[in-house]
């Protein structure tokens, strides 16, 4: 089993910044690829971005995230990290931290454990 705690979410003017965490733990979750997700009201969960591994540099992003958010990894904290820069009003969504034994994947499906989720909202 791996137990995923997502915290960082808030309420920020478009243009500003969030750092979202991850904090896993169980077993085994060193060895799983890490992702984050988003979904907004009334919309289907939507890939964000996503790491291979907690130690590799291989990352993944959404082309709309791409160029302002940035996937990073502490192994000695068991964090996973999301930096949202430039943040849009579209950005608004819950976030969710996920964990696949599959690898590094854009598909929903491929994850196995997911956190509670964190409320990001951007004001225009």
């Known amino acids: 089993q791996v137990q995923l705690a997502e915290t960082g979410g808030g309420l920020v003017q478009a243009g500003g910044s969030l750092r979202l965490s991850c904090v896993a733990s169980?077993?085994?979750?060193?060895?799983?690829?890490m992702g984050w997700f988003r979904q907004a009201p009334g919309k289907e969960r939507e890939f964000v971005a996503a790491a291979v591994s907690w130690t590799g540099p291989s990352t993944y992003y959404a082309d709309s995230v791409k160029g302002r958010f940035t996937l990073s990894r502490d192994s000695t904290k068991n964090t996973v990290y999301l930096q949202m820069n430039s943040l849009k009003p579209e950005d608004t969504a819950v976030y969710f931290c996920?964990?696949?034994?599959?690898?590094?994947?854009?598909?929903?499906?491929?994850?196995?454990?997911w956190g509670q989720g964190t409320q990001v909202t951007v004001s225009s």
């Open positions: 996920a964990a696949s034994d599959r690898g590094a994947s854009g598909r929903s499906n491929d994850y196995d454990y």
């Open positions: 169980g077993r085994t979750f060193m060895s799983y690829a």
